[in-house]
């Protein structure tokens, strides 16, 4: 029988589904993600609209995948995802190679084992699987109540809408706008998702009282009187779903209602024929959706009577039917119904669905079967599959899912009946995978209780442990307690006492604390050399003993301990610590030691290396991420853009992403690519949603460069602000580029006058910059090298409020000459012959400082640099081009110069190579793995280089010069 609900018009919606399907599929949207979350109350309309804009998505040519989010609050990981596969496969008929792939992707959940690339590697499948299935096709994602979604849908949501793929997805979600109350982890992850420019949240609201009026109208199929449309609108409040069912009441003759919602739903349920009144109830108490076989066995019905009976229940709009189950048509009505049951009834529905998946043949749904035994108060039988549960949640990396498993058995372990349960176990995996997935508290929490149940004295793996835990939730003083006393302990055994040693070491060198964590390093290497199979202790206590004494005044000792922790790492063999020992050399050469060029080597060697063993993924993301900034800084802008396009391919997520974006982040900066600079700013936002402090400064310190480019310099000063306040780094590095950004943007408000110079601000970066002097004079002389370069910047930038001076300016282009960074060299020549300029002296010497910078930046391919120093050059009627002494323009082709291409850039060539095949902007972006406005900004520096004006131009001079 047809619904009345399902042929009712969809009132006041239409603009909504219009501005939905543009925002998805719309050019707006094409060749990139893009992502609608509708948020709304109860009963608004949601998954109506999910369904009618999912029809005209189809009917567009996209592939749709719908999914439903569990209610339970322990689902299996990724389960929305895993149900819209199966109910697409199942629609399938004659597509067999999507069929193809859409078996396979579900074959890979199945056969899927923890690996050293963790969960990342798994989004990474799930996307490449995705992919496949579209063939091409837009690919629509629609997920229903994610307001229940699982920690690793989550991830993978993040993962794909920060758009490091070349999938082209689209997201469409609705959201039970109630339930996003107090900490509810969905709040801070929509929020920092409406950064992205192609994600939109769309909260729907109620009707209002012209379309309430008319939905119910529908309904009745007449004109409602006016006293009647009066009462629809005030008991209603335009929800749309109590508008339907107060407009049917009132079709069917339904009088004396309670005006309350409960009484409309018990009224409806009590009018349910028998059988049908025990359906509804059942699927109320199930978790959706409820499937007709296992329905089967909770009612014990014949099978002409129960499907009479849901017959009954669809017709009169209480249930919907679908191929996988079935569902509430309003989950008010389980809140409704919930109190209708007496306890006996209530545990006995458990009881029988618990029955009926433990005898069903094939895979048991060891979430679902945990939350039915628990409910049916057989603690003891649910047991046994909250721990299997937890270890298929692990299995798939779902450690948020994983802890809330082991913490169900940890309640169920209290009453176990005849098991014999091993408590010590249960809470030795519930505190780890709270670890895990970040709630330190809690962890801290059950490791106590573990400490209380062993009794007796604390043992010494068990304080390593505390360690660990106090010092991922921040609490460094009392970390460092627990690992002196894991050293003090009576029961530390070699590895143990190696194992503290290094960790500690470890800690202090995060702390800042380099000598003592030098000291403690040496210790755990004395230690690790009479354990055998130490080499992970060898290489943690080795980076922290290179950093220590590269930070102390001897680089050369701790370059020598870092070279060493390699040779250990590799003959050890085992990946992470080859890995690590790779990681740490780079960062080291490319960091304190300030040795780029072979950073940099070190780093794309060690990429390769680890690719070999399996984690280009995560660890050689990494590394080509130091090599990327080693090359910005000096000056390879066109090969750090290479480096950038090979580190994609390996689809990273998490921390190797946040890496990754922030570096090519900083490429875009320098180009004045803003709006690729703001996508990257944004996704590191996105994927930093739960944590990643350690990357605040840099984020900030970018946010602040872009914005000043942008010419907006009171959000440059927010942003640089906010570093120094939210962030407690001893770097003194990332601290002094910070301060002088700060310094700079009070510098640029000052100069454009748009924005008043904040004294306070002032003198609290100055304070700062003292602060970091007198920090860096202890520190080894690579250190306090770049230290001084941006104390250099940070003095020049001062004068720039009270008459630039250019002597300060000469000093910081000298510093950074001699460090081999061209861009702030080149910055700080404008700088300089605009003091010069100003002051009208040294005409002559400022008019050569502007054309040795325009060449530079020029050469890095620097637009807004260059930019401004045109602007410069012009208002002082400068030339940027050098005269020879045959009055020829040095760099502008002759009769003698057959290259007309001498001034490009080797990644300008290139493009322009690409553009002379006839491509567009976008498709040569595709093919060098570069976004479209990037490939927009060179070939805008390539027709400025060039002198032309059109493709046309660009392309014949480019054939010209490849003539045979």
């Known amino acids: 029988m047809a619904s009345d609900v399902d042929t009712a018009p969809l009132v006041g919606r239409a603009e909504l589904v219009q501005t939905v399907r543009s925002a998805l599929l719309g050019d707006g949207a094409h060749g990139q993600t893009a992502a609608v979350f509708l948020t709304g109350e109860s009963g608004v309309g949601k998954t109506r609209l999910l369904g009618e804009i999912g029809d005209r998505l189809r009917e567009q040519g996209a592939v749709v995948l719908t999914g439903s989010c569990l209610d339970i609050g322990d689902a299996s990981p990724l389960h929305p995802l895993l149900q819209a596969l199966r109910r697409f496969d199942a629609d399938l008929s004659t597509r067999a190679r999507t069929s193809s792939a859409v078996r396979g992707l579900l074959q890979m959940f199945a056969d899927e084992t923890a690996g050293p690339d963790g969960a990342g590697a798994l989004l990474e499948r799930v996307s490449r699987g995705l992919h496949l299935i579209a063939e091409g096709r837009p690919l629509v994602l629609i997920l229903d109540d994610l307001q229940w979604v699982d920690r690793s849908t989550r991830q993978l949501l993040l993962y794909l809408l920060a758009g490091l793929g070349d999938l082209q997805l689209s997201v469409l979600a609705a959201v039970r706008a109630e339930s996003l109350q107090g900490a509810h982890p969905l709040r801070r992850v929509l929020t920092e998702l409406r950064r992205l420019r192609t994600v939109q949240v769309l909260d729907l609201a109620p009707l ?45 003759g339904r009088d004396g209602l309670s005006e309350t919602l409960r009484e409309i739903f018990l009224d409806r349920v009590d009018a349910l024929p028998q059988h049908a009144h025990a359906v509804v109830h059942a699927v109320a108490a199930g978790v959706e959706p409820v499937q007709h076989w296992l329905l089967a066995q909770v009612l014990r019905l014949p099978e002409d009577e129960l499907i009479d009976a849901a017959r009954a229940a669809v017709a009169h709009r209480l249930l919907v ?114 670890h895990h997935c970040g709630e330190h508290a809690r962890a801290l929490a059950l490791l106590e209780e573990l400490a209380a149940l062993r009794g007796g004295e604390p043992s010494c793996a068990l304080h390593i442990r505390r360690a660990r835990y106090l010092a991922a939730a921040g609490r460094s003083a009392l970390a460092e307690e627990e690992y002196q006393r894991a050293l003090k302990a009576a029961d530390c055994s070699p590895r143990d006492r190696a194992a503290a040693a290094a960790r500690l070491a470890e800690l202090l060198l995060h702390l800042g604390r380099y000598a003592d ?89 060690g990429a390769e290396r680890v690719a070999e063993l399996g984690l280009g993924r995560t660890w050689g993301t990494r590394l080509l991420a130091i090599a990327i900034n080693g090359l910005f800084r000096v000056g390879q802008w066109a090969e750090a853009e290479k480096v950038v396009a090979a580190a994609l391919r390996h689809r990273p997520s998490g921390a190797d992403a946040v890496e990754l974006l922030l570096a090519r982040c900083r490429l875009s900066v320098g180009y004045g690519d803003i709006e690729a600079a703001g996508r990257d700013l944004d996704a590191v936002a996105t994927l930093l949603a739960g944590g990643g402090a350690r990357h605040v400064i840099p984020l900030l310190t970018l946010r602040s460069g872009l914005a000043m480019w942008e010419g907006r310099h009171d959000v440059a000063r927010l942003a640089v602000q906010r570093g120094l306040t939210e962030s407690r780094s001893d770097d003194v590095m990332i601290l002094s580029a910070l301060v002088w950004h700060g310094l700079r943007a009070e510098a640029e408000a000052h100069a454009s006058r748009t924005v008043d110079v904040d004294p306070t601000a002032v003198r609290r ?104 120093i045109r602007e410069l050059a012009g208002r002082a009627r400068v030339s940027l081009e050098e005269r020879e002494p045959n009055g020829a323009t040095r760099g502008a082709p002759t009769e003698e110069s057959d290259d007309e291409l001498a001034a490009l850039t080797a990644r300008e060539r290139e493009v322009l190579a690409l553009v002379a095949e006839g491509l567009t902007n976008k498709e040569i972006g595709q093919r060098l793995f570069i976004s479209e406005r990037t490939i927009g900004v060179h070939v805008s520096h390539i027709f400025d280089k060039l002198q032309v004006r059109t493709r046309v131009q660009a392309s014949a001079i480019q054939l010209r010069n490849h003539r045979g």
């Open 765 to 868: 970066l100055r304070d700062v910059a003292d602060r970091v002097a007198r920090k860096s004079a202890g520190a080894a002389r690579p250190v306090r090298s770049v230290v001084e370069g941006f104390l250099a910047l940070c003095a020049a930038e001062v004068s720039r409020l009270d008459g630039s001076d250019p002597e300060l300016w000469a000093v910081s282009a000298a510093e950074w000459d001699r460090r081999n960074h061209p861009y702030p060299a080149a910055y700080s020549r404008l700088r300089q012959a605009e003091a010069l300029l100003a002051r009208r002296s040294r005409v002559a010497t400022a008019g050569k400082l502007l054309r040795e910078a325009y060449h530079v930046a020029q050469g890095l391919g620097a637009v807004p640099l260059t930019s401004e």
């Open 517 to 605: 964590a030098g000291e403690r390093a040496r210790e755990a290497l004395a230690l690790a050399e009479n354990v055998e199979g130490s080499a992970t202790e060898v290489v943690l206590a080795s980076s922290a003993l290179g950093f220590s004494d590269a930070c102390l005044e001897d680089p050369d000792a701790g370059l020598a301990v870092m070279r060493d922790a390699l040779d250990t790492a590799e003959r050890a063999g085992q990946p992470e610590d080859v890995a690590c020992a790779y990681l740490h050399l780079a960062e080291l050469l490319t960091g304190p030691l300030n040795i780029l060029e072979e950073g940099v080597v070190v780093a794309r060697r």
């Open 321 to 434: 039917g679908a191929d996988d189950g079935y569902r509430l048509r309003h989950r008010l009505v389980a809140e409704v119904l919930a109190h209708e049951l007496l306890p006996a009834e209530r545990s006995g529905l458990h009881r029988r669905y618990a029955e009926a998946l433990t005898a069903a043949p094939g895979e048991l749904h060891q979430a679902r079967l945990a939350h039915h035994w628990r409910l049916a108060g057989e603690p003891a039988r649910a047991l046994p599959a909250a721990v299997a549960a937890a270890q298929e949640a692990e299995r798939l990396h779902g450690y948020a899912e994983a802890h809330r498993h082991w913490s169900a058995a940890l309640q169920l372990a209290a009453d176990p009946g005849p098991l014999t349960v091993d408590r010590v176990e249960l809470l030795e995996n519930a505190a780890e995978a709270a």
């Open 208 to 252: 209002g009282r012209a379309d309430t009026e008319e939905l119910a109208a529908a309904v009745v199929g007449r004109t409602l009187s006016a006293e009647a449309a009066e009462q629809v609108w005030q008991r209603s409040g335009g929800n749309p779903f109590v508008i339907e069912e107060l407009a049917r009441d009132l079709r069917d």
